[in-house]
């Protein structure tokens, strides 16, 4: 039977080290197997955080050899196995012990985001009239599965550990699929630019690139609520220009 | 007094799905004070891996829909071992439910003139399923989730329970301990729902999370609760067989909704072969009235893969021991030949089925547009649960304890049907959250029994305490291959005597468990814990099924192939007997209002 080793941090926050694992490998694994393969026969203390196993629920992100991913949807066929893999915990949030980490953060933050406010219903009944056209771009945004792994690799929360004035990448585009919602009528630009500090985004593109989903999340969500905010703070004309705009688009329909 | 934390709530809601989100949502609206328990991260429930839809009749699709078309379906679907109380309630109260989500901020797909779209599916009789793709639940999870932060409610994440806390009959609160630390934690509430799912984690081939080892059932259940339909397992007929690692996991019967077949080895549609009377009006018969059907065709009746999941199920199995299965024992689900009925086929697929594919091109080397998946049976719900009253989702029995959702029995009968479980949690989790607000305004604190705590406690500690011992792990692998080969999709009485044996040994085996390592997010000591659950549940699923002896829904006997003869129809009811044994009894079907019996009457 083929096999495989795995270097897989063992430690909490005051302190830990890799610790080795060689497993037999089958077809079709992922990390997240063998991680449970580990646990259930070599360490069964071993501390990993997971729940679907098929990449809809976010729990087991991890830094696969250095790179942020969900450890379910890794294959090990994906990875070189003549050398360990190595396993370690997400590196911007605190360590609570081995594989898993306090996120509470990221739930504290969106707290802090104002809720979804609609507008009145269209129809008698209640309901409201939406074209698919109009809600394609925040159904992107809205297959995030929190697994926080743009939040990880964001280096204004991993480097410079700025959580208190940056809610990071997730949270924009969660802001963004609120922004952009055809029924949303809430303001959250002041807070984006003050509170939010979506001027601390530099446009790298890391958290695009990690992204599981695919959510093009920088092009399509935190470019466009920069600009937002730009016209709102910083081009009175254009935001007068656009007012205008906007009111005789909606004398068209 | 005790050395734990100690929390109060008016109303405290263990599981944080669906059901327990909406129950949460609905209590906290009253102005009780509401705590909820998540096992996981808040956002990471079961729920979340829901795929097809939302079941309602809103008519935004087919106009001819109807509360009464959709009850009449969700019975039907039952074999009318369903409580018809909470199949009237659900039918009527699901699409005021739905429309709730999309003043909540949810974006299901729509229609051309702007309204929520609906999507086939088994057994429904009109377009009914509300979906967003294919991930129907992390959209309703989510706006949950970021409805209720707002709602005033405190949240426990990592928390888990292991027994409920009573004073006389009357469910007075739950201990606990915390995930990270390995803390214990005693919550006091003057009313309790459970929400807690399903328990899919017994068997070896499973489309559930580690989470769903029947935590609300056994707690119930030990806390003096009925356990009713425990015989009812669902096995969702299409699940990924293939790489080993990823078998279980699920396969929506969306591609199926959207004209997916099901072929055996020699590429035929085998479903043409056998359709049940029950359902023979309403199924298509050729190849071409079924494409048609699923193009929106409103003369059309439904390709015989829509029909219900229990019969899929069992006609995929029949397949596979006749040796017409597929290479690696499963059957062909093929979406990719609608490449010949449409124009950008592949664009639509990915379009209509996104996680589908990401899933299969990921785990599988599998290109849904160009080539057929392969798929075979999977453990997915349990029809069967807590018994509970319809309308108050209160328990039969005890006091003060709520639940809904998975967790409780009753609407689903004998098989529950595709999208019927979302529409399910909505329903009845925005009544029990209602009705345990009412009683919690109705009642005071009460005390919580110390010498219960620290029984408990102890109980939960003593794994870490043995020298030497069995690995947990091992354990719950030897109960899902039990479970798996012993009281599966097709039972016999001679192996369900065997499985009860097993049980025995196995429930001796689990006082016998050792975990290493320290309290601190330790995986081995949650899975020791868990054991007590999962083999409470099996055991109540083994002697229900032992109980039946007849074939109806999900639950088929090899050795008794028919229904009753004689006609008898009830409910089977667990509850632990004054000796401590768990008991089995016959509770014959409450009488149908005759109101619906006849739209039963007129629908047939």
Known sequence: MKKATFRIWRGDANGGKFEQYTIDIAEGMVVLDAVHQVQAQQANDLSVRWNCKAGKCGSCSAEINGRPKLMCMTRLSDLPLDQPVLLEPMKAFPLIRDLVTDVSWNYRAKKMIRPFKPRKPDAADGTWRMDQADIDRVQEFRKCIECYLCQDVCHVLREHQLNNVFIGPRLLVYSASLEMHPLDVEDRLEALKKAHGIGYCNITKCCTTVCPEEITITDNAIIPLKERVADRFYDPLKRIFRFLRSKTSSLKH | ?604
């Open chain 2, 1 to 604: 007094m005790t050395p734990y934390d100690i929390y109060d709530y008016d109303v405290l809601i263990i599981g944080a799905g669906g059901a327990g989100l909406r129950a949460a949502i609905e209590a906290a609206a009253t102005g009780v004070s509401v705590g909820l328990i998540c096992k996981s991260l808040l956002g990471k429930a079961h729920t979340v891996m829901a795929e097809g839809g939302v079941a309602a009749a809103l008519a935004n699709v087919d106009e001819r829909d109807s509360w009464k078309v959709h009850f009449t379906d969700t019975m039907r679907g039952g074999q009318y071992l369903n409580n018809w109380r909470m199949a009237e309630l659900h039918a009527i109260e699901a699409p005021d439910r739905v429309r709730e989500l999309e003043a909540w901020g949810a974006l299901f797909d729509r229609t051309k003139d702007g309204r929520i779209l609906q999507r086939n599916f088994g057994g429904h009789k009109y377009p009914r399923l509300a979906h967003v793709g294919d991930r129907t639940g992390l959209e309703m999870i989510r706006t949950l989730q970021d409805h209720g932060i707002h709602s005033g409610m405190e949240v426990h994440m990592e928390h888990t329970i292991i027994t409920l806390l009573k004073e006389g009959d009357r469910v007075t609160g739950a201990f606990g301990y915390e995930r990270e630390k390995g803390r214990f934690v005693i919550f006091r509430a003057k009313a309790i729902v459970l929400a807690t799912g399903g328990i899919g984690r017994a068997y070896k081939i499973t489309s559930n999370s580690w989470e769903y080892t029947g935590d609300g059932q056994s707690l119930a259940y030990h806390a003096g609760a009925e356990l009713m339909d425990m015989e009812f397992v669902q096995f969702h007929p299409t699940g990924m067989v293939w790489p080993p690692s990823v078998q279980g996991i699920l396969v929506t019967e969306g591609v199926r909704g959207e004209g997916g077949i099901l072929l055996n080895k020699e590429k035929q549609r085998f479903m043409f072969q056998d359709i049940p009377e029950l359902y023979r009006n309403q199924t298509a018969d050729n190849e071409e009235e079924g494409w048609r059907y699923t193009q929106g065709d409103r003369q059309a009746r439904r390709p015989p893969e829509l029909l219900t999941r229990d019969h899929v199920a069992r006609c995929i199995v029949r397949q596979i021991k006749e040796g017409k299965g597929s290479p690696h024992n499963g059957v062909y689900l093929d979406i990719s030949w609608i490449n010949s009925k449409l124009p950008n086929a592949a664009e639509h697929i990915r379009k209509k089925l996104p996680s589908m594919y990401h899933q299969f091109i990921k785990l599988a080397d599998i290109d849904i547009t160009k080539e057929p998946m392969e798929v075979g049976p999977t453990t997915h719900y349990v029809m069967g649960g807590i018994r509970v009253d319809a309308d108050t989702q209160m328990s039969t029995t005890v006091p003060g304890l709520f639940a809904a959702g998975e967790c409780a029995a009753g609407l689903h009968g004998a098989n529950r049907l595709g999208g019927n479980s979302l529409s399910d949690l909505l329903v009845f989790g925005k009544r029990a959250g209602e009705y345990a607000a009412k009683f919690a305004r109705e009642h005071t604190h009460a005390s919580v029994s110390e010498a219960t705590v620290a029984t408990a406690a102890k109980a939960a500690l003593a794994p870490f305490e043995r020298t030497k011992g069995e690995n947990p792990f091992q354990l719950q692998y030897d109960l899902q291959e039990m479970m798996q080969n012993l009281a599966g999709i097709v039972r016999r009485e001679d192996e369900l005597q065997q499985a009860m044996e097993e049980l025995k040994k196995l429930q001796a085996r689990a006082e016998e468990v050792k975990v290493s390592g320290n309290r601190e997010y330790n995986g081995g000591w949650h899975t020791a814990l868990d054991l007590r659950n999962l083999l409470t549940v099996s055991e109540a699923v083994a002697r229900s099924a032992i109980e039946r002896k007849e074939s109806v829904g999900a639950h088929f006997r090899e050795d008794y192939p028919t229904k009753d003869t004689t006609g008898a129809k009830y409910n089977l009811v667990a509850a632990k007997g004054a000796d401590g044994a768990m008991q089995i009894r016959r509770e014959p079907l409450p009488p149908i209002r005759a109101d619906l019996q006849q739209i039963i009457e007129e629908m047939k």
